[in-house]
């Protein structure tokens, strides 16, 4: 895919999540570790700019997010890391999923598979 403005190689991720503060510090991990890693409130707010700043991948705290939301990621093509806490809702194993990830876990694996990923 074409990443206009970005230096070659450097990956997009997305971040997805209405909380501010877990957001901000996988963005800040995945910046210092030479990501181009944006943050969104919601999955419609990335869609949004899909066609200007399509990701290698996209981290979505699945908390409150509905069935809907993850087909339009799905749909769209990219591949999607979910963090999801216990117990998951039976709708998520519809999904090819890069990764679920279960909580608890740290910024720390969540970097680590998105290295494996993108």
């Known amino acids: 895919m ?3 403005g970005l ?3 450097v990956s997009v991720i997305w971040i997805i999540d209405t909380e501010q503060w ?3 510090y996988l963005r800040a991990e995945l910046i210092e570790r030479g990501y181009d ?9 990335a869609a949004g700019t899909i066609a200007t700043r399509f990701p290698d991948a996209a981290v979505l705290e699945l908390r409150g997010v509905s069935r809907r939301e993850v087909e339009l ?3 769209a093509g990219v591949p999607v890391i979910g963090i999801v806490s216990h117990p998951p809702p039976e709708w ?3 999904f090819p999923w890069a990764a679920l990830l279960h909580r608890p876990l740290s910024i720390g694996e969540i970097v680590e598979k998105i290295a494996q990923i993108a």
């Open 7 to 9: 230096a070659a190689g």
């Open 73 to 75: 990621l799905f749909k």
């Open 37 to 45: 890693a944006v943050g969104y409130l919601t999955v419609d707010d």
């Open 92 to 94: 998520l194993a519809e």
């Open 2 to 4: 074409c990443r206009l």
């Open 22 to 24: 877990p957001r901000a």
